[in-house]
Each structure stands twice: as C-alpha cells, then as structure tokens.
C-alpha cells in the first residue's frame, strides 16, 4: 500500500513511457483498418507482412537447399534455416514469458498465426527483418543498389508492424535489437562441414 501510495520515480517514469507508446503506436496504426486513414493501403501493407513472415522465409531457405548444388551456398543456407529457426523459438519463448496483449486496435486477420502470437511483444517480423538483413549484407556479394534495398525492406517491414496495428512501437524496437543480436549468435555457432558433418550429410 506505501509503495502504491508513494510510487518510486522510475515506476512513474516507466508507466509515462508504456502510456506514450500506446498512445504513439495508436496514433501511427493508419492502416489498422479499412476505415483507417491510410485504410486503402492496407492490401499493400499485408503483403509486406507476408513478406516478413517465418514460413515463407523457412520454406524458400529449405526449397534452395534442395536445389543448390553448391557446397559454398549449402553451407549459407544453412546457416540461414538455423538462424531462422532460431529466431521463431526465440520469439515464442519471449512473447509466452512477456504476455503483452496486442494492441487494442489490431484486428486479428494474420497470415497463419500460432497460440503466442496472440502477444505483442517483441515483433517477430522485426526481429526476423533485423536478422536477415544482417546475414544477407554479411554473406551474399550484392551491388549497393540491392544492399540499399535490403535495408529498406527491413525498415519498411518493421514500420509496417506499427502501421497495421499488429504492434506497438516498443514492440518492434526490442524485435530489431532482438535480430540484430541473434546474428552474433548464429555467427558465433557458424555450421559448417568441420563442426556438424551429419548435417551437412544430409544435403
């Protein structure tokens, strides 16, 4: 009862800062529904999302193992499945700890959802987006152009997130230092023909 009676300053801080990103994050979902003020943008907004999720991510990595006939480029893609398997176990594991509902505006008309992605936090797109950008700028030659292109992707897929309602802005900033992260990790534990040859056996 003290403690609710006299609040200390970074409890006080802290609920100022939640009440400002979902005031923020209600304010930036313009595509949050068909009636929204950027509501006919919504189709467009959905296939960005789309372009973020997990399973075509999974499913294209998997098809080009199947298809490449490169030792360098198995190796790559890989490497590649394993930091997106991370990245969707780690989401999981965050989002059932955290428990953060979503937004109030959001409407649940997600492409292919699980039980945890009934939570908010962190963004799994933005996560995914923080991770992949890095690995493709790492291990795939690309012109600047594309390198550009890359990062945008990135960056519009994250801000989409907010845009559609699905999250709020704290939501997709811990979702990118989240990806950003998990990089060093999947670098760190590199897969490679020395270190897991039943693996690579396999392809």
Not at 140 to 153: E, Q, S, T, Y
Request: with cysteine.
């Amino acid at each position: 009862d003290c403690m609710r009676l006299n609040p200390s300053f970074a409890g006080i801080a802290l609920s100022s800062l939640l009440a400002i990103d979902l005031w923020a994050s209600k304010r930036l979902g313009v595509c949050a529904g068909e009636g929204s003020a950027w509501g006919s943008a919504r189709p467009l907004m959905k296939v960005i999302e789309v372009s973020g999720h997990g399973i075509p991510w999974v499913l294209g990595t998997l098809y080009g193992l199947c298809q490449s006939d490169s030792s360098a480029a198995r190796e790559v893609l890989l490497n590649l499945l394993f930091a997106l398997l991370l990245d969707l176990v780690m989401v999981a594991v965050v989002k059932g700890l955290v428990k953060r509902p979503r937004p109030t505006h959001n409407k649940m008309d997600m492409f292919v959802t699980i039980s945890v992605d009934k939570y908010s936090f962190p963004s799994g797109h933005a996560t995914r987006a923080a991770l992949v950008c890095r690995f493709v700028l790492r291990h795939l030659v690309l012109a600047v152009p594309l390198r550009v292109l890359v990062v945008l992707w990135a960056l519009i897929v994250s801000i989409s997130r907010v845009m559609l309602g699905r999250h709020n802005m704290t939501d997709v900033l811990f979702g990118l230092v989240l990806g950003y992260a998990l990089y060093s990790v999947v670098e760190y534990c590199w897969l490679s023909p020395l270190n897991a040859p039943a693996l690579f056996a396999l392809w």
